[in-house]
């Protein structure tokens, strides 16, 4: 069951009529059962791992809480983060390394026969796995306390709004909330339908219509020539973005309807002037977790330079294979490593660079970091958009040495396209960042935003793709 499908509008408003006459004990209730049947939707089967989640984690907290002893309560922790892990890796990864052992075999002379299994991805996974597996971490930290509700706690795995596709929340920031009475106003319902609109357009207007230029560039084999793969590179950086932060502004929005405050996922990252602000403003929840579970735990930055340096790499390499079972998220986890570490010896090289004085100055320099950077990702967009490492240096050599601008009159109208597809996201994107308020718009007079949804209702209308299409981040 798709946001942007006719078939959940339906089903959310049917969800919310019911929501908006129950009391709090049998709100969470309906919601329970709905975000079960939203899930199964897409494979009734597959509700049983999240079923298998749930229940490990909510005993194994309360086990992790009741145990005084530390040995006992660290194989509580042991049982929950190695039966969530153990369900994700072999539904995810099993297939991965059988094929990955079985070229490694070859090389040294000696064949192999894996078994794979014949299998989907189940949707979601890996976002609802994170999330109740910290919920045991948290408890075992001391950082919360386990909830005896079992019903509650599952409506906090199981949450219809971010399930498939997160933002990855926190039992401290969302749990008190599916306990605790919510209030509903009228406010917070506007605010909802905006951010739902608002990630509507992001997908059907700008992310799908950039598929349709990025998908037979990558689909297609080589030679490539360098212009049409740079304008795809581009459009993919937008489609991506699109897709992942329409994903979740929509869940944030229908949250915000439902009551709940729901983690801001996506911060304006291509404002970003280097790695570290771009993983703080990208994919936040799963930043923050990577920091907080992973990267800490191996010590940080604490632990001197080349350790520090090592922790990058590997939080980012289990970052890139997190998005997929491929090699080419690896290699992607890798170059983001690489960023992070190059931005570490780069502050301590510049460390005395300042800032050119003088208001116009200081724009252009920061224009200009972000113009770096922004090429920067896009480079490591081409990673993760590849089918193979031999398509990325395909690519790249394309984009090296085949650059040919003569060939600008046949690329017209994938560049005017990507151009007339994005104009009004970087308008609106420029103007938040301008005011710092994501929901600048919102907060605009009555005439800018009776202009906004003309014109954007106007452009889905004419131009937006028909037929709800899946989002990206479905298949991580």
Not at 19 to 28: C, E, T
Not at 161 to 174: C, F, M, S, T
Not at 239 to 260: E, H, K, P, T, V
């Amino acid at each position: 069951m798709l946001f942007n499908s006719l078939q959940f509008a339906v089903f959310f408003v049917v969800v919310y009529s019911l929501y908006l006459v129950l009391d709090h004990r049998w709100q969470n209730r309906m919601l329970l059962a709905a975000s079960y049947v939203f899930y199964a939707a897409w494979d009734w089967r597959f509700l049983s791992l999240i079923v298998i989640s749930t229940l490990l984690d909510y005993f194994c907290g309360i086990e992790i809480h009741r145990s005084p002893a530390a040995g006992r309560r660290r194989l509580y922790l042991f049982f929950s983060v190695f039966g969530n892990l153990g369900i994700l890796g072999f539904f995810k990864y099993f297939n991965f390394f059988s094929s990955s052992l079985q070229i490694l075999l070859k090389h040294f002379g000696l064949s192999a026969d894996p078994r794979l299994l014949h299998i989907v991805l189940p949707v979601g996974i890996s976002f609802y796995t994170f999330q109740t597996m910290s919920y045991t971490i948290d408890v075992y930290k001391r950082e919360i306390e386990p909830t005896k509700r079992f019903f509650d706690f599952a409506l906090f795995v199981a949450f219809f709004p971010q399930l498939v596709a997160g933002p990855i929340e926190r039992a401290k920031h969302l749990l008190p909330q599916v306990l605790n009475k919510r209030v509903l106003s009228l406010e917070k319902f506007y605010e909802g339908g905006y951010l739902i609109y608002w990630g509507l357009f992001q997908k059907i207007f700008v992310a799908d219509n950039l598929a349709r230029i990025v998908d037979p560039v990558f689909a297609a084999g080589p030679p490539y020539s360098g212009l049409p793969v740079v304008i795809a590179l581009y459009a993919f950086a937008f489609q991506i973005y699109c897709d992942f932060a329409g994903y979740s502004n929509i869940a944030r929005g229908l949250g915000r309807c439902l009551g709940f405050d729901i983690m801001v996922n996506f911060n304006l990252p291509y404002f970003a002037v280097n790695p570290r602000d771009f993983w703080q403003r990208w994919h936040i929840s799963l930043s923050t977790w990577l920091r907080d579970y992973l990267y800490i735990p191996l010590g940080g930055n604490r632990r001197g330079v080349f350790r520090t340096q090592g922790n990058l790499i590997l939080t980012m390499l289990l970052g890139g294979l997190w998005h997929g079972a491929a090699w080419t998220f690896i290699l992607w986890g890798a170059y983001q490593g690489i960023l992070l570490i190059a931005h570490r010896w780069g502050e301590l090289f510049f460390k005395r660079w300042h800032c050119p004085p003088g208001p116009v100055i200081s724009k252009i320099y920061f224009a200009g970091k972000v113009f770096v950077f922004f090429h920067l990702m896009c480079l490591g967009w081409l990673i993760f958009r590849a089918r193979s490492a031999g398509q990325i240096g395909e690519m790249l050599r394309a984009v090296i040495f085949n650059f040919d601008l003569r060939s600008l009159g046949a690329n017209l109208g994938g560049l005017f396209s990507f151009i007339f597809f994005v104009w009004l996201l970087i308008l609106v994107q420029w103007w938040q960042f301008w005011k710092k308020d994501l929901m600048v718009v919102y907060r605009a007079n009555i005439l800018v935003k009776a202009v906004f949804y003309v014109l954007t209702f106007y452009l889905m209308s004419l131009w937006g793709v028909a037929g709800a299409k899946q989002f990206i981040y479905f298949q991580f």
